[in-house]
């Protein structure tokens, strides 16, 4: 999930608070993780995310939209194989139960990655 743009700096520079400041309230030694995760470089840890959702009073999903289109055109990707590799498998009702699982999940999310463009 690397290089996917995030909101993070964007909110802390509507504020006085400094990447040092965000770096004291998550006990961090520097501010080096903050300005990569800010960057795009890093992904943010669930501890960071939560952290300036409840600092700067931002919905969680508005933090973590990218990621989440992200995560959600991958996933549709590997849901796809998996099934597939699922179908090849001694058909047995775990089996056929856990596939029609899958097609649900693989359905909705296509519609949503489908709505979103």
């Known amino acids: 999930m690397k290089n996917i743009i995030n909101h993070l700096r964007t909110y802390?520079?509507?504020t006085y608070i400094t990447q040092n400041d965000i770096a004291a309230l998550l006990e961090?030694?520097?501010n080096s993780l903050i300005?990569?995760?800010e960057q795009g470089v890093r992904s943010p840890s669930l501890e960071m995310v939560l952290l300036y959702h409840l600092v700067f009073d931002i919905p969680m999903l508005t933090l973590v939209?990218?990621?989440i289109s992200h995560v959600k055109e991958q996933l549709v990707i590997r849901l796809a194989r998996l099934i597939d590799d699922l179908k090849?498998?001694?058909v047995t009702v775990n089996t056929e139960a856990?596939?029609?699982f899958l097609k649900i999940v693989f359905a909705r999310l296509s519609e949503d990655i489908s709505d979103e463009k």
Do not use: F, P, W, Y
């Open 98 to 100: 856990r596939i029609e």
């Open 12 to 14: 802390r520079k509507n």
């Open 28 to 30: 961090l030694e520097d």
């Open 65 to 67: 939209a990218n990621q």
């Open 35 to 37: 300005s990569r995760c």
């Open 88 to 90: 090849l498998q001694e």
